[in-house]
């Protein structure tokens, strides 16, 4: 032990004036994010200059982290046959633990301790702060395991950032090369180009995170595989060849999909206590049926193809607690006449209940403001709730030859229908500066409001939220409700934000501090909002948790196309489906 | 004979190319052994294999009888090696690399550190980087000979070294391995540097053991020789194989006898070439040897 401190202290001493600078960007990074929303006035261009230099940060943190590790590594190179150790008394594995402890040590619990006060600072709970501990240190030591692993079958700093490119760039771009060429040859090129969607298993929310785990811990099982390997045996062939075959596999886990669906498990049920799927049926609201006729673009050029009909409408999942709402995420239906001849199948998908992460983003699509409408029955958006009927999902699409061949016959209607569970839960502000919000690890602040440009308004706010891997599927919407009008108004928010860890804050998140800036617009179309809207107006906060999946079959009778409004001609399948992907299987 | 360092049959490959090849030596304890051979002969490979730095294809190797490739910090201790081409911690001054490798040795002995940085004059306080090659040589042997290792491995110590510092580094050697016995292995291409050192003496040539003798059987057994004959006498076509590089010039014959014996060695060359009006017989250097040896393998293999 005494000769692995010994190493270990020398390495320090050669280190210092990298391991001070280190240590000046972390302190640097958690100031700016933990302290730059209060020390900047509200302007937008500065709040994203500051995001971007955050971003420029992380990078710059990421190059000097990769020049320690090089430099510990390579100084007592593992690759050829002139290191100075080799000739002294030091055992390879007091090496190695030396060169771990150094790091563990010097480069990650400083950044560590200072991520936690970070949390602290930010409001995170003890409990949070602690939960994030794992979390920090086994992201911290999967990026130094990566360079080591990369400095440790190298010889200089070029070496290894070039062997980085060639095994994080150039190996990706091989292997979905391959697949490509893979697909072309055995599946041939009509399917390659095919439009078609397979049914998807619902996957319990939090599961699509195994992907990004999975890798992770395939990269860091490998990634410590060949530093071991090398330091232990100082065989570096092998250990190329363990790198290579590793960045391969993590490669093939990540190209798998869910831990669920490949293992083919049962996603756990919802919790009967908040929604009993016994009790709540599925239902297609008649009069809320619509046809729509579109061109269906080719996916992979952009290309316009046939002509297509898409049958749009309503479908509501019923009763439901005040606090939840249904999405139909996935519709597989089927059309049959009345002789029992199939006539047709098709598939449509959600793209916002399948998307991956949702946390934070600005965007509100159509299907997050049905949703929306669910949790605020009774009141209007504005923004959404226009002639087009954007919330009406697409329950199938044909081909315009079916529509005339079939218009007048009453066919049957069946779909099976996937609903993602969400629970909402609202929070409501005074619209003034000041007013804020608290629950847990999550904090919001009005920092100004602005009200006086002819109806529009602008609201700044200042949030922090804090997120492990297994939350991340929430999303947080904000509303001006004027509650005696009934009408509300949705926030689109251009802000910027400045995270922990940066740039991994999609598959790792933990720590988010947003500068929002909230743009409340009346719709063109709509009658003109005047100063006093705002009078009445709250501002409430929606943030919405997927909860789980519930599957429920929908059947209609007597379904005559030709009886069935025509919605607005040429709109696009996604204007009109808010934001769904469909497939045709003709038989 | 107690032999602190062997090889068998030892063999090294790179891709197509054998540096090493079937290499049997014996290198006896408390001996300071020559290890010569051209560039490119292989004894950096032998001694990198001993090191356990690099894997021999074939073969084995013990050093302090234990297998090379279980070298541990154990028989690493007990070792001194200077290289050419190992590494230096150059970031250090001299004293920060004698703090770095005390710690590791049980045997540092203060006081001959002190002793050696003050012969080869070397400013503790300045960085390594800052030093010239034979400076950094020096540097290298005084982290590797304080801790008295019973082994010293050099590996061409004497490359950019100049002719005074050289001087000074053999007799330094040649004090401690008096004073000690301490087993020295040198390798080195140029003999003039071991000649005075060395009582073994082994040579390898494109990877194979040309010799491997003390210096004092060889220098006994190899005499350059000069016969010249009566006139009319013929010299024959074969001459005894012990007789290398024979050169004739009309009636002389030059050769270097390599089976020569003190004890009626002339009269044995007289009997193998019969006729012998004058013969001169001389002892021959360790490097005049060498290069008689060198220059026969080069022209019979």
New interface residues.
């Given amino acids: 032990m005494?000769?692995i401190l010994?190493l270990a202290a020398?390495d320090l001493?050669?280190l210092r004036p990298y391991l001070g600078l280190w240590l000046g960007l972390v302190v640097l990074q958690a100031v700016l994010v933990g302290y730059a929303p209060h020390l900047f006035p509200v302007e937008r261009g500065l709040v994203f200059s500051l995001s971007s230099f955050a971003g420029w940060l992380a990078v710059l943190k990421i190059c000097l982290l990769a020049v320690i590790v090089a430099q510990l590594v390579q100084?007592d190179?593992t690759v050829g046959?002139?290191?100075?150790w080799?000739?002294?008394?030091?055992?390879r594995v007091r090496l190695l633990i030396g060169k771990v402890l150094f790091l563990v040590l010097a480069v990650i619990l400083p950044s560590l301790l200072v991520e936690v006060g970070l949390l602290i600072n930010c409001g995170v709970t003890p409990y949070d702060t602690l939960r994030s501990v794992p979390q920090i240190f086994f992201l911290a030591l999967l990026a130094v395991v990566l360079l080591m692993m990369l400095a440790a079958v190298t010889t200089s700093l070029a070496r290894a950032i070039l062997a980085g490119g060639l095994a994080f760039l150039g190996l990706p771009l091989l292997w979905f090369l391959a697949l490509g060429a893979w697909s072309l040859f055995f599946l041939g090129m009509e399917t390659f180009l095919s439009d078609e969607i397979t049914v998807a298993r619902p996957v319990p929310p939090p599961s699509y995170d195994t992907v990004f785990v999975g890798t992770a811990l395939v990269l860091f099982v490998i990634s410590g595989g060949v530093v071991g390997c090398q330091y232990l045996t100082r065989r570096t062939t092998w250990s190329r060849i363990f790198l290579v075959t590793g960045v391969l596999l993590a490669l093939l886990i990540s190209s798998m999909g869910n831990w669920e669906q490949l293992l083919g498990t049962t996603p756990p049920g919802l919790d009967t206590a908040i929604l009993n799927p016994a009790q709540v049926g599925a239902r297609v609201e008649r009069e809320s049926l619509a046809l729509a006729s579109t061109r269906a673009p080719l996916s992979l050029f952009g290309l316009k193809g046939d002509k297509t009909m898409v049958l749009k409408g309503s479908i509501a999942l019923s009763p439901l607690p005040s606090d939840v709402a249904a999405i139909a995420a996935q519709i597989s239906a089927k059309l049959v006449l009345p002789s029992g001849e199939h006539l047709a199948s098709h598939v449509s998908q959600s793209n916002y209940a399948f998307d991956v992460s949702r946390w934070g983003g600005g965007y509100v699509s159509g299907e997050r403001a049905a949703a929306l409408r669910q949790t605020i029955r009774g009141i209007t958006l504005l923004d959404f709730d226009g002639p087009v009927g954007l919330h009406d999902w697409e329950l199938f699409a044909f081909g315009k030859d079916l529509y005339d061949r079939h218009r007048e016959v009453g066919m049957a209607y069946t779909a099976q229908v996937d609903f993602l569970i969400q629970r909402n839960a609202i929070a409501a502000m005074r619209l003034e500066e000041g007013a804020g919000y608290d629950r847990g690890s999550d904090r919001a602040a009005i920092l100004s409001v602005d009200t006086s440009n002819r109806g529009h308004s602008i609201v700044h706010i200042n949030e922090i939220g804090h997120r492990l891997m297994q939350d991340v599927r929430r999303q947080v919407t904000y509303l001006l409700i004027n509650r005696s009008r009934r009408q509300a108004l949705v926030g689109w928010d251009s802000g910027a934000f400045l995270s922990m860890p940066p740039h991994l804050s999609r598959g790792f998140p933990m720590l988010r501090v947003r500068r929002l800036r909230l743009n409340f617009s009346p719709p063109h179309n709509g009658p003109p909002i005047g100063p006093d809207w705002y009078d009445g107006a709250e501002l409430i906060r929606i943030e919405s948790r997927d909860l789980g999946w519930i599957s429920r079959s929908i059947h209609l009778e007597d379904l005559v196309l030709e009886r069935i409004a025509r919605s607005s001609p040429e709109a696009t399948p996604t204007e009109a489906g808010g934001g769904t992907n469909g497939s045709i299987e003709r038989e | 004979m107690n032999a602190i360092i062997e090889t068998h049959e030892l063999t090294r490959r790179f891709g197509k190319t054998t540096a090493v090849r079937n290499l049997s030596l014996q290198v006896p304890e408390g001996s300071v052994f020559a290890f010569l051979g051209p560039n490119g002969a292989g004894k950096t490979t032998v001694i990198?294999m001993l090191?356990?730095?690099?894997r021999p294809t074939s073969g084995r190797a013990r050093m302090l009888g234990t297998d090379s490739l279980r070298l541990?910090?154990?028989q690493?201790?007990r070792?001194g090696?200077v290289?050419e081409?190992?590494?230096?911690?150059e970031?250090m001054t001299v004293q920060?690399l004698i703090d770095?490798?005390r710690?590791?040795?049980p045997t540092w002995d203060p006081d001959l550190c002190r002793q050696l940085s003050r012969q080869f004059e070397l400013p503790l306080n300045r960085k390594i980087k800052t030093f010239s090659r034979g400076m950094k040589v020096k540097a290298s042997l005084l982290s590797?000979l304080s801790y008295r290792p019973e082994l010293v491995i050099l590996d061409e110590p004497f490359t950019g070294l100049d002719p005074l510092v050289r001087d000074e580094f053999i007799r330094g050697l040649l004090e401690l391995s008096g004073r000690s016995q301490w087993t020295i292995l040198v390798a080195s291409h140029d003999i003039d540097e071991v000649e005075r050192l060395a009582d073994w003496v082994g040579v390898i040539d494109k990877g194979e053991r040309r010799l491997a003798e003390p210096t004092a059987s060889l220098q006994a057994r190899f005499r350059q020789c000069e016969a010249t004959l009566e006139p009319g006498r013929e010299i024959p076509e074969t001459l005894p194989d012990s007789w290398l590089l024979a050169e004739r010039a009309g009636q002389v014959v030059r050769f270097v006898d390599c089976r020569y014996r003190e004890e009626g060695g002339e009269q044995t060359i007289r009997n193998s070439l019969p006729g012998i009006k004058d013969l001169t017989v001389r002892p021959m250097s360790l490097k005049a040897i060498f290069l008689a040896l060198a220059r026969t393998f080069r022209l019979y293999g």
């Fill in positions: 005494n000769l010994h020398w001493r050669c100084k190179c046959s002139t290191a100075f080799l000739s002294r008394p030091v055992s | 990198k090191m356990n730095m690099i541990g910090p154990a690493l201790a070792i090696y290289s081409n190992q590494q230096m911690l970031w920060q770095f490798c710690p590791m040795y590797s």
